[in-house]
C-alpha cells in the first residue's frame, strides 16, 4: 500500500546548490506531476508527465527540470536553489483516459517534502 | 482556463451540516468538477467528483445546476476531524496541464 513515497521528506539548501526531490509510484499510473505548496497560495503546478519519456510544463515551471525514464519515477530537480524556491513539494500521480473513460481522474499525492533555501 | 473561487474561510460547529459553494463562470463542456481536502502537512485527497445534477459518496454530496457555473460541496453532520482545506478543482484529462489548484477553503469545526 506504498502509493505516492516523496524523499526526501525535510531538506535545507543553500543558495546555488542543487538536489532532486525523488517521487515514486507502485500504482502503474501514467500521469505524474509536481506541485508546489505556499503559504495562501493553494498548490501550483510545476511540472507534469503523460508517460515514461514525455514531459510539460505548468504554471510555475522555471528553475525546475523534470524527466520521466520510467513509469514509477519522476524526480523534479533544482539546479541552482533560490530562496524563492523554499516551499512544500507535492508529488501526484493518476491514471488517464483509456478508450473514452470519463472524468478527471482522481489524483493520488504523497505526503509532501519540506524544502528551505537560506 | 476555467478558475474557481471559492470563500477563504468557514467556521461551523459540529453535528452541522456544512455546504462549500465554489464559483467556475468558465467551465468547458468537457470538463469535470472534482473537491479534495487536505489536513495539515499531508498531501491533498480526492472527495468527490461530478459533471452535473448531484453525486452522493460515503462521506460528501456534490451539487450541479444546469449551467455548471458553480456547485457547492455538502458535508453532513460535521464533526472536528472535518477541519481542513477543501479545494474545488474543474479539469479534464484532455488538458492535463489544466489541473490547478485555488487557495481553497478553510473550514474551522468548532465543539
Known amino acids: 500500500n506504498a502509493g505516492v513515497t516523496q524523499t526526501p521528506k525535510f531538506q535545507v539548501l543553500k543558495t546555488g546548490q542543487s538536489m532532486t526531490l525523488q517521487c515514486a509510484q507502485d500504482?502503474?499510473?501514467?500521469?505524474m506531476s509536481w506541485y508546489r505548496q505556499d503559504p495562501g497560495m493553494g498548490l501550483r503546478l510545476i511540472h507534469y508527465?503523460?508517460?515514461?519519456?514525455?514531459?510539460d510544463q505548468g504554471e510555475v515551471p522555471n528553475g525546475y527540470n523534470v524527466s520521466r525514464s520510467t513509469t514509477e519515477d519522476f524526480p523534479l530537480r533544482l539546479l541552482s536553489a533560490a530562496p524563492s524556491q523554499t516551499s512544500v513539494y507535492f508529488c501526484?500521480?493518476?491514471?488517464?483516459?483509456?478508450?473514452?473513460?470519463?472524468?478527471?481522474?482522481?489524483?493520488?499525492f504523497g505526503e509532501g517534502s519540506r524544502l528551505t533555501v537560506l | 482556463l476555467a478558475k474557481t473561487t471559492q470563500p477563504i474561510s468557514m467556521d461551523s460547529y459540529e453535528g452541522q451540516e456544512v455546504n462549500i459553494t465554489c464559483s467556475h463562470n468558465?467551465?468547458?463542456?468537457?470538463?469535470?468538477i472534482t473537491w479534495y481536502q487536505q489536513f495539515p502537512s499531508q498531501g491533498p485527497r480526492f472527495i468527490i467528483q461530478g459533471y452535473k445534477t448531484k453525486v452522493t459518496n460515503e462521506v460528501a454530496s456534490l451539487f450541479i445546476p444546469a449551467d455548471r457555473k458553480s456547485s457547492t460541496l455538502s458535508l453532513p453532520r460535521v464533526s472536528l476531524s472535518d477541519t481542513a482545506v477543501y479545494y474545488c478543482?474543474?479539469?479534464?484529462?484532455?488538458?492535463?496541464?489544466?489541473?490547478?489548484f485555488g487557495s481553497g477553503t478553510k473550514l474551522n469545526v468548532k465543539p
Open positions: 501526484a500521480s493518476s491514471h488517464t483516459l483509456h478508450g473514452g473513460a470519463l472524468g478527471a481522474g482522481e489524483l493520488f
Open positions: 500504482m502503474n499510473h501514467e500521469y
Open positions: 468558465n467551465i468547458a463542456t468537457n470538463d469535470y
Open positions: 508527465s503523460v508517460g515514461a519519456g514525455i514531459t
Open positions: 478543482l474543474v479539469a479534464t484529462q484532455y488538458n492535463f496541464n489544466k489541473f490547478y
